[in-house]
């Protein structure tokens, strides 16, 4: 009686699936509403008058202590003084989350009122310059340590900042918005109290306003578009938010909507520089009241955020002429006066709501070409080098953790408590922004390399660990009876017990492979040019720029793609060593045994 063998789904099966349904999706066309693409400009016709829903306490800005009288003309700012990381390059560190202020366009260039804003004062300098990605929350300690020259984020300027870093003559106002779900009780800011979950980005004047101002305390949020997220899916009660961010993200038809809005109770907003660094605000300053005095700042700020200027607010030095925009009042009666009447119609359901914003067949089209082109070659590039990292320096700590000396035994057991002890996140940072600045001449100021040491040097403490206990289960008697035969001890355990000991541990050490290849993502914190993002950072800047969790749903499969082969062969590989060989496979010496015979 023949027994037939049950077909079983192989790695190789399972990922010929997967990039089936990866390539299936690009070419289905299923119905989706309309994208917005957030990181264009909106152009004029999108104007705005002054909020009539301000909030009593409003009272317009605070005196203005800081602004400065006048500036130096163009033609005596030297260039060559302005204490620059690279000799004629402004590199700026920004976000890529928060249009139309800062973003990523669809061509994969940051952009935004601010950047464009930079780009022409730059350009008036006769400076080239470089924009670099970051997070918001180490933005400002990144340009106090000179890791940027300027932070271009809508950074509202207070004096608390102005204690890390200066700051340029104002280019922009603050408003605050508070955004909550549409038909929400809360109606305005005296209606958030205690128990309420109000949503700011970390790290932001929202979130200072919030605690300080408001008594409350809010739900911290790393970026703009999980924070919006949440609040459409209700997870919310409210967002406070930068009015340039709140009129960018919510979009007609969706479950939100701005209530009240507030003056900024701080100053304008600015770019930070390093405090000490004075030439280049000045220079800054200068390029500032160029634009405006050109017509430049004009005709960005129509394009990008067209919006009445509030009474007594002009941008650049207080000697800067008057900016002549269009009446942006009367735009925008004109665009409500020929707005349509939205008809009723009834609450999408939940279903199609999750569908909308997880499977937008189109935004998986335009999404998997940059994970595969930018995306998967980082991530790769970012795992496979801290991996070699992590196995030689892991090794390195293996031996000397089960060395019977004091002064190789304590220092790798301090070593291994504290990177294993610290977040993720934590190591990173302090290496990128407390050795970047010491080897910054080696490493061109990239951080790319400071990413790969600082996964490395993480993986390493793990991978040692997995090491010495494999090394440490190995029979004492393997090394007994390699020393009787006359090797030394260095020999025995080179030849004899390390090899059994890692044979021992390599599902363990597959599995540390599989969780560095996801901790590849914490990387952005350091700051990466655009072609430098690896696969979640990709997928989230798409996910910003258009307001759908598709992009990161996109980004996940191909994690899926990587970890989960990874997976099956961590399985087989422990199945293998510890049955053997198959049933159904015969053995080499047998074979060639019976073969000599014949």
């Given at each position: 009686m023949s027994s037939k063998r049950v077909p079983r789904l192989t790695v190789k099966s399972f990922v010929l699936v997967l990039v089936a349904a990866m390539i299936a999706a690009m070419g289905l066309a299923a119905p989706a509403g309309a994208q917005v693409d957030q990181c264009?400009?909106?152009?004029?016709?999108?104007?705005?008058?002054?909020?009539?829903?301000?909030?009593?306490?409003?009272?317009?800005?605070?005196?203005?202590?800081?602004?400065?009288?006048?500036?130096?003309?163009?033609?005596?700012?030297?260039?060559?003084?302005?204490?620059?990381?690279?000799?004629?390059?402004?590199t700026v560190g920004t976000l890529s989350d928060a249009p139309p202020s800062i973003c990523i366009n669809s061509a994969g260039q940051f952009t935004g009122f601010d950047n464009e804003l930079l780009r022409a004062v730059a350009d008036k300098l006769g400076l080239k310059i470089n924009f670099v990605g970051t997070e918001f929350s180490g933005l400002l300690a990144q340009v106090a340590s000179r890791r940027f020259d300027v932070g271009s984020s809508s950074i509202t300027t207070t004096d608390a900042r102005r204690q890390t870093v200066g700051f340029t003559n104002g280019y922009d106002f603050g408003y605050f918005s508070l955004v909550v779900p549409q038909g929400s009780p809360i109606t305005g800011f005296d209606k958030l109290a205690a128990g309420q979950r109000i949503g700011v980005v970390q790290g932001t004047v929202q979130e200072a306003y919030v605690i300080d101002t408001l008594k409350l305390q809010p739900v911290k949020f790393p970026d703009y578009s999980t924070l919006y997220a949440s609040l459409k899916t209700r997870q919310l009660d409210a967002w406070v938010a930068p009015s340039q961010q709140a009129q960018g993200t919510v979009q007609p038809g969706d479950p939100a909507e701005i209530v009240?809005?507030?003056?900024?109770?701080?100053?304008f907003v600015a770019w930070a520089v390093a405090k000490n660094n004075q030439p280049l605000i000045d220079a800054l300053n200068s390029?500032?009241?160029?634009?405006?005095?050109?017509?430049?700042?004009?005709?960005?700020?129509?394009?990008?955020?067209?919006?009445?200027?509030?009474?007594?607010?002009?941008?650049?030095?207080?000697?800067?002429?008057?900016?002549?925009?269009?009446?942006?009042?009367?735009?925008?009666?004109?665009?409500?006066?020929?707005?349509?009447?939205?008809?009723?119609?009834?609450?999408?359901?939940?279903?199609?709501?999750?569908a909308a914003s997880f499977l937008d067949w189109n935004l998986y089209k335009q999404a998997i070409p940059d994970l595969f082109k930018t995306g998967l070659p980082n991530t790769l590039i970012l795992t496979f080098a801290a991996s070699v990292i992590g196995l030689v320096l892991g090794m390195a700590l293996a031996v000397a953790g089960i060395s019977t000396s004091r002064l190789l035994r304590w220092p790798a057991r301090i070593y291994t408590d504290i990177f294993r002890g610290l977040p993720e996140v934590?190591?990173?940072?302090?290496?990128?922004?407390?050795?970047?600045?010491?080897?910054?001449?080696?490493?061109?100021?990239?951080?790319?390399?400071?990413?790969?040491?600082?996964?490395?040097?993480?993986?390493?403490?793990?991978?040692?660990?997995i090491f010495r206990s494999g090394i440490q289960s190995v029979d004492p008697g393997q090394l007994e009876a390699s020393r009787a035969l006359g090797?030394?001890?260095?020999?025995?355990?080179?030849?004899?017990?390390?090899?059994?000991?890692?044979?021992?541990?390599?599902?363990?050490?597959?599995?540390?492979?599989?969780?560095?290849?996801?901790?590849s993502s914490l990387v952005y914190f350091l700051g990466l040019i655009a072609n430098q993002r690896e696969l979640f950072q990709v997928g989230r800047d798409l996910n910003a720029q258009t307001g759908n969790l598709s992009p990161l749903v996109a980004a996940g499969l191909f994690y899926l793609a990587l970890t989960i082969p990874l997976t099956h062969l961590v399985n087989f590989i422990d199945t293998r060593l510890r049955r053997g060989r198959r049933p159904d496979e015969e053995d080499p010496l047998l074979t060639s045994t019976s073969q000599e015979m014949n």
């Open positions: 264009a400009p909106p152009g004029v016709q999108s104007a705005s008058a002054l909020p009539t829903n301000l909030a009593a306490a409003a009272t317009g800005p605070a005196e203005d202590k800081y602004t400065t009288p006048g500036v130096r003309p163009l033609q005596d700012i030297d260039v060559n003084a302005l204490g620059l990381s690279s000799p004629g390059t402004l009240e809005n507030t003056f900024s109770l701080d100053n390029g500032l009241d160029a634009i405006v005095a050109d017509g430049t700042w004009s005709r960005l700020y129509s394009d990008w955020v067209p919006r009445a200027l509030p009474p007594g607010w002009k941008p650049g030095s207080k000697s800067a002429p008057e900016p002549k925009l269009p009446d942006f009042a009367a735009i925008a009666a004109e665009n409500q006066s020929k707005a349509t009447p939205a008809q009723a119609s009834a609450p999408p359901s939940t279903l199609s709501q999750l934590v190591i990173i940072l302090l290496i990128g922004l407390g050795i970047g600045p010491v080897v910054g001449q080696l490493t061109g100021n990239n951080p790319y390399p400071l990413g790969i040491a600082a996964l490395g040097l993480m993986a390493a403490a793990y991978v040692g660990e090797f030394s001890y260095a020999t025995s355990m080179r030849l004899v017990v390390i090899p059994q000991g890692v044979r021992r541990v390599l599902p363990a050490l597959m599995n540390q492979f599989i969780s560095l290849l996801k901790a």
